[in-house]
């Protein structure tokens, strides 16, 4: 019988002798007294199956119905601070990561010039129409390529750099296809002129306009305007 709630009982009674179960008023249910509910807690969590007692529930009462310090209330505030720093930090890191997963190295690049260069030449030997060809090998929309100048050369400090193998021929290509091919550098704004020496001195065919920098700033802009930029670039 220890096993049978107050409701239970309650509910059982009713219409066999109604005068002996309290009745609810007009408020919500009447009123228990606290020795019942302990024990209907208790019959609850037995009949699912749970080791609990009336001193289990009454401890559990007991512990929530103390109010905190203000220092205990201070440090889980603090607490709660902490998560919610370490959460945020954590996501930060991850776009981070991702940032870092665009940048393709300049040894890759250099790699993809080359084979870039062979597989044209294999394809117009068969395919002349290069427009044709360039929208067959794109398998999404593009709007332009910004390319990074440390991308097509190499120690291009004082001097005028060397080219990487492919590279002149893969932008002229993608010119011909009707991609937009634009630079970027980290020099001064004053000194695009030279990048364009530097540029041509290779063969490349363009004109200050083609030039813009510095790159954090392009990049910036980019993504105010709805665009991702993939800049090629040394690791």
């Known amino acids: 019988w220890k096993e049978v709630t107050v409701r239970c009982l309650c509910a059982a009674w009713r219409p066999l002798w109604p005068e002996c179960v309290l009745q609810r008023d007009f408020e919500g249910f009447e009123e228990l ?12 969590g037995n009949s699912m199956g749970l080791e609990v007692d009336d001193d289990d529930v009454e401890e559990l009462v007991e512990e929530h119905s103390k109010e ?3 220092e205990e209330l201070l440090e889980l505030h603090k607490e ?3 998560t919610l720093k370490r959460s945020l930090t ?4 991850g776009e981070e990561d991702k ?4 940048i393709i190295p300049a040894k890759d690049l250099k790699d993809a010039f080359f084979c870039w260069s062979k ?4 394809a117009e030997d068969y395919h002349p129409d290069v427009v044709v060809i360039m929208s067959g090998w794109l398998s999404e929309p593009i709007k332009g390529v910004l390319l990074d100048i440390t991308g097509v050369l190499y120690e291009s400090g004082e001097g005028f750099g060397t080219v990487i193998p492919g590279s002149v021929e893969a932008v002229e290509r993608l010119r011909e296809a009707g991609i937009p091919v634009r630079f970027v550098t980290n020099e001064t704004c004053a000194s695009r002129a030279a ?14 306009a083609d030039v813009f920098s510095p790159v954090p700033a392009v990049i910036s802009v980019l993504r105010e305007r709805g665009l991702t930029p993939h800049t090629l670039v040394h690791p």
């Open 99 to 102: 940032e870092e997963s665009r």
């Open 90 to 93: 954590s996501e930060e890191s």
């Open 33 to 44: 007294e606290e020795e019942a509910v302990v024990h209907e807690i208790v019959s609850l």
């Open 195 to 208: 990048v364009v020496v530097k540029l041509r001195h290779h063969n490349f065919s363009l004109s200050e």
């Open 68 to 70: 905190l310090s203000t």
């Open 80 to 82: 709660e601070n902490e």
């Open 119 to 122: 597989l044209s030449k294999l």
